[in-house]
Each structure stands twice: as structure tokens, then as C-alpha cells.
């Protein structure tokens, strides 16, 4: 155990003073913040466009702040996903291939707990930028539109208080599957030859799955993957966008979300096992 | 294990030592003990297993058959010597994007009993004024400084070190030498030094061990590997016709030369320059001068290799 805190303390020392791990904290954020102003800029003009022909009392959808969160949200965890899922592959392997790993395993620390601490690491970066990610989003949101409930011709359809019921379902469910991808990155480092084929395999893998997975069909779903929002994305998230945005025609797959809920973290807790059993026989 | 027997428990204790790669065998049932407070040497030619051979000591490659002791502690448990064991490899083993200090300070995280600070360590490489240049800026001779002295962060009993002079230059080598020896002598450290630079080796190593072909083919102390090997004495003397007739009766003794006016070589195997000396002077010869050449590890080094090459093609 006093490996296992000494090497965390070891990896977070470097992650704190690497700019890679700054550059993964800030991307997602600056990602979500120049989406949103360029869709404000395009609501600002079309609606000045309407002005100018006299439809100016047609308020745009996107004018209330739950979609543009949800949207900002889904965006935000797509990016976050595949550069901590980039980073986690590069970690392993890149140690392995300047040799600093030697310097832990020969010093004071066990193979099974060197990748623990890579592993935590990993976990704190991906909250520290969640967290950055998750702030930024409702201030700039709150900045830019009003939270509120759904109206239409003056009926409420959804309050305020179940969006935000909708919306924390929408976020937990999408974040679930983070633990699983980190691990699954992690898996893939510890069994590649070199970072760079690390990296390239587990984005590769990744994307490969997200296109693949329309073809699955109800299989994808025992993939914890399905579950991530992704450049084709399949998630919560998304029924929660149009949701909040008062579409009536949104089917919730109950099976999708217990799937959603139990599928992640066995298969965490795999990838994890198959790491520690694979790194202690491997060559460094 | 309690630590009393691994405080007793030699430094390197390997025993029958075998590493495949596929079908080819890199080492075949090794040998080698390296005992407290030795400067053991590990030479080889190029492709010889001596970096795989380091691997397999420090449980970086899994090996085929054998058994492996550092401070009586398998591969695998090294990390339970509470940093009794550091290694510094060919490539310097250290984060790219950290400073000088920082990854001294990194280094230190990973230090169970630290006795140095970074910024000592730093004067003693001679690297202090590097301090704040990130790693990937230095050259290699200073990366090679700074990954030595994160080894110095702490107080090992077993220090091992790949290819130590590469990549430094005159004054760096001298260094790195007195450190060795300092650190040998002021608190016991045992070194594994593994180089194909003989001529440093010669200097600083109390052992040796010959890698060839997989094997140790020789290991003892370097004295003992000397005493066996023959030498080169030059006499300059008045009468060279009469003291060749003295030397021939010795055991031991060849003529090499006595061509040159007033010079005499000899070869000699385990015979004592004074003996002949006295010999010589006893019977009347005036002997001028006695230039006494002990082979260099490099012709020893060559000639065992050799020695094991006839003999491979002889079975």
C-alpha cells in the first residue's frame, strides 16, 4: 500500500506539470464555450433577420438555456471521453517507453499497483476536468440563455423541476460508461508495443465501435460503449436534448437504461483485471 | 523472508539463468554472484545478452529457467528492498517535459529512505546549473548525469548500472568514476557495471565476468584474471646473449624478442618480475631497466573470447 501512495503521489506530480494533462483539462471546456457562442451568434442574427421581416414574435427553440446545456453537455463528454481515452492509452505505454517505469518497479513500487495509481490518476484528471467542464457549461448557459420550463401556447409542458430531474438522469447515465473507457484505454496500453500504437488502437477501436454499433443493432448494448455520448451518438443524452426541448415523441427504452445502468462497471472491473494479470508478465 | 536473511543475502546471486527469444537462446544457464562491496564489471561484445541479462536481473523480461537474487529478493519483489536496489539504464529513463529538479524531486517521491536532497545530488553530478532546463533540452551526457543522480537520492546496497560512460565526455567519465568509487568505498555500495568501454572498466572494477554467447565464460577478481594471463617484460641490460641463456631454464618464461641491441622481451605466465631480475643480477648481468606491460583487459577480453571460439568449433 505505501507503493501504491507513493506512486500516486509520483503520478499526479508529473500530470500536474505535463502540458498534455493541461491541454485535456482545457479542450472540452474551450471546445463547449466557442460551440456556444457560435450558436448564440447564430440565433442573435437569425432572430435579427426576423426582425427585419416582421416575425419577430416567433421565439426560436434553442432560446431556452436545457437544450443548449444538454447539447453543450454532449459535446463536452464526447470530447472528454476520447482524450482521456487517448491519454489513459498513451500513459502505460509512454512510461514503458522512456523506461520511467523501471525507475518505480525497481525502486518501491509493484507492477499490479503501479497501474492502480495510473489508473486513479487517470480518474482524478478525467473529474478535475469534469468538473472545469460541468462549471463552465451552466455558467455559460446561464450566461447567455434562460433556464425555464417548457412552453407552448402558453401551457406548461415540462417543468422546470422534472428538466432538471431529466437532465441529472441524462448526465449520470452518460457519465457511467467514463470509468469503463478509461480502464478500456489503460487495458490497451499496458498490452501495446509502444504509446503511439496505444493511442491509435484505442481511438481506433473506439470510433470503429461507434460506427459498427448502428449494425449491432440491440447487441451494441452490452458494449459499455453504446452508452457514452460519441460522434454518433446513441445516448440518454441524447432523448434528454429533445426532451427538454418539449418534443412529445421521445420513447424511453427501459431495457436501454438498466443496460445503461449494469454494463459499465463489470466491464471496468474487467479491463482492470485482464491489465493487472497481462502487466505482470510483461516486459518493461 | 525476514529481512535479517535478505540483509545477509548477497547482492547478485544468479543461478542458471536461461532467456529465449523465439527460437533463439540469448542466455544459457547463466551464472553470476557479485559480492558486498564490489565494482563488478560485465563485458561482451555486441549482442552478447548484457542488457538482457540487466533486464532480467531488474524482472523487466520474464526468463525462460533459472533463479534470480538481488539482495536475496526475486525479480519480481524488488520494490521490497526499500530501495536497496537503483539501476540506471543506456537510455536515460526520465520524463522529457519535467526540469532537472523536477525529476529529481520525482525521483525522490519514489525514494523510501532518501539520505540526499535534489539540490545535492545536483552539485555532486556537476548538473546544478542545469536545474530548471527541461530534461528533452539536455544533452545526453547531462541526461545520463541527472538519471545518476537520482540514483544518488538514496542510500542503495546494490546499484546497476548499462553502458555508465556512454555519451559523456573526459571530465564526465572521471566523475562518474570517483562517484563509484566514493560511494564503493564511504558506504559499502556494490556496482554491476555493464560496458564494452574495457579501458574505464579496467580502472574502477575489483571483479569481472566475461559474457559471451549467453555464458559467464570467466568471473573472478581482476587481479586473479591478470595473474592468469601472460605478460610482457622488457629488459635493457649489457649482455643480451647471456641473460636469454639465464631466462630459458625458468618455468614460465618465453623469449618474445632479442633482436634489438641491449633489449630482451620476455613473455611471462604467473612468474614474478623480480624473480628474473635476481636471476639476472645474481649472474653478473647489469640489468639497465625492467618495463614490466601487464595485458590490458581489452587483449584479455580477446583472447578468452577467442580461446572460447576454438573451442566451440573444436567440440
Not at chain 1, 477501436?205 to 449491432?216: I, R
Not at chain 2, 543506456?90 to 539540490?119: F, G, I, N, Y
Not at chain 2, 579501458?199 to 587481479?223: N, T
Amino acid at each position: 500500500m505505501k507503493g501504491f501512495i507513493a506512486a500516486l503521489k509520483a503520478e499526479i506530480y508529473v500530470t500536474l506539470r505535463s502540458q498534455s494533462a493541461r491541454i485535456i483539462l482545457l479542450l472540452p471546456t474551450l471546445i463547449i464555450l466557442v460551440r456556444a457562442i457560435v450558436v448564440k451568434l447564430s440565433e442573435s442574427s437569425q432572430q435579427a433577420r426576423d426582425a427585419l421581416l416582421g416575425q419577430a414574435q416567433i421565439a426560436t427553440e434553442g432560446s431556452n438555456a436545457w437544450g443548449q446545456l444538454v447539447d453543450s453537455f454532449s459535446v463536452g463528454l464526447t470530447f472528454l471521453t476520447l482524450s482521456m481515452l487517448a491519454y489513459a492509452a498513451w500513459s502505460f505505454a509512454n512510461d514503458a517507453d522512456t523506461g520511467v517505469i523501471r525507475h518505480a518497479l525497481i525502486r518501491r513500487v509493484s507492477r499490479p499497483w503501479y497501474v492502480v495509481a495510473k489508473l486513479v490518476n487517470i480518474h482524478l484528471l478525467a473529474l478535475c476536468t469534469l468538473a472545469l467542464l460541468s462549471i463552465s457549461i451552466v455558467i455559460i448557459s446561464a450566461l447567455l440563455w434562460d433556464f425555464g420550463p417548457v412552453v407552448e401556447d402558453g401551457y406548461e409542458l415540462i417543468s422546470s423541476a422534472e428538466i432538471q430531474e431529466e437532465v441529472m438522469l441524462g448526465l449520470r447515465l452518460a457519465i457511467l460508461p467514463l470509468p469503463a473507457a478509461l480502464a478500456f484505454g489503460l487495458l490497451v496500453s499496458v498490452l501495446a508495443q509502444s504509446a503511439t500504437q496505444a493511442v491509435t488502437s484505442a481511438l481506433g477501436l473506439s470510433l470503429a465501435f461507434d460506427v459498427f454499433k448502428g449494425v449491432l443493432g440491440e447487441r451494441a448494448y452490452y458494449v459499455y460503449a453504446s452508452f457514452q455520448p460519441s460522434l454518433i451518438d446513441q445516448s440518454y443524452l441524447q432523448d434528454v436534448s429533445r426532451l427538454v426541448r418539449g418534443y412529445s415523441d421521445v420513447m424511453i427504452d427501459t431495457q436501454m437504461l438498466q443496460l445503461n445502468e449494469w454494463v459499465p462497471i463489470p466491464q471496468m472491473a474487467l479491463f482492470v483485471v485482464i491489465a493487472l494479470l497481462v502487466v505482470q508478465r510483461k516486459s518493461v | 523472508m525476514s529481512s535479517a536473511v535478505m540483509s545477509n543475502a548477497l547482492p547478485i546471486k544468479v543461478e542458471n539463468l536461461s532467456k529465449r527469444f523465439g527460437e533463439f537462446e540469448v542466455l544459457r544457464a547463466l551464472n553470476l554472484e557479485v559480492v558486498d562491496g564490489a565494482i563488478h564489471g560485465l563485458v561482451g561484445l555486441n549482442g552478447a545478452g548484457k542488457t538482457t541479462t540487466l533486464e532480467c536481473l531488474l524482472g523487466m523480461q520474464q526468463f525462460n529457467a533459472g533463479d534470480v537474487r538481488l539482495l536475496g529478493y526475486p525479480p519480481s519483489q524488488l520494490h521490497r528492498s526499500q530501495g536497496g536496489v537503483v539501476s540506471i539504464f543506456d537510455s536515460p529513463s526520465l520524463h522529457p517535459q519535467l526540469t532537472v529538479r523536477q525529476a529529481l524531486e520525482h525521483a525522490l517521491l519514489l525514494c523510501e529512505k532518501p539520505v540526499r536532497t535534489p539540490a545535492q545530488v545536483e552539485s555532486l553530478l556537476g548538473i546544478s546549473q542545469y536545474s530548471q532546463f527541461r530534461v528533452r533540452t539536455l544533452s545526453l551526457g547531462n541526461r545520463r548525469r541527472t538519471s545518476i543522480a537520482q540514483a544518488l537520492l538514496g542510500s542503495p546496497r546494490l546499484v546497476i548500472l548499462d553502458e555508465p560512460f556512454n555519451g559523456l565526455d573526459a571530465g564526465g567519465v572521471e566523475d562518474v568514476m570517483a562517484l563509484i568509487r566514493q560511494l564503493n568505498q564511504e558506504e559499502g555500495t556494490a556496482f554491476l557495471l555493464s560496458s564494452h568501454q574495457l579501458a574505464y572498466l579496467e580502472k574502477i572494477c575489483s571483479h569481472l565476468s566475461i559474457l559471451h554467447q549467453g555464458q559467464i565464460v570467466v568471473s573472478d577478481r581482476v587481479e586473479q584474471l591478470f595473474n592468469q594471463q601472460s605478460s610482457q617484460l622488457q629488459i635493457h641490460c649489457d649482455d643480451v646473449v647471456r641473460a636469454c641463456s639465464i631466462v630459458q631454464g625458468i618455468p614460465g618464461v618465453t623469449i618474445q624478442d632479442n633482436s634489438e641491441q641491449g633489449v630482451l622481451t620476455l613473455e611471462l605466465l604467473q612468474v614474478d618480475s623480480a624473480y628474473i631480475n635476481q636471476q639476472l643480477v645474481s649472474k653478473g648481468i647489469m640489468v639497465k631497466q625492467l618495463l614490466w606491460k601487464r595485458a590490458s583487459l581489452n587483449s584479455l577480453f580477446h583472447s578468452i573470447t577467442a580461446r572460447e571460439n576454438d573451442e566451440q568449433v573444436a567440440s
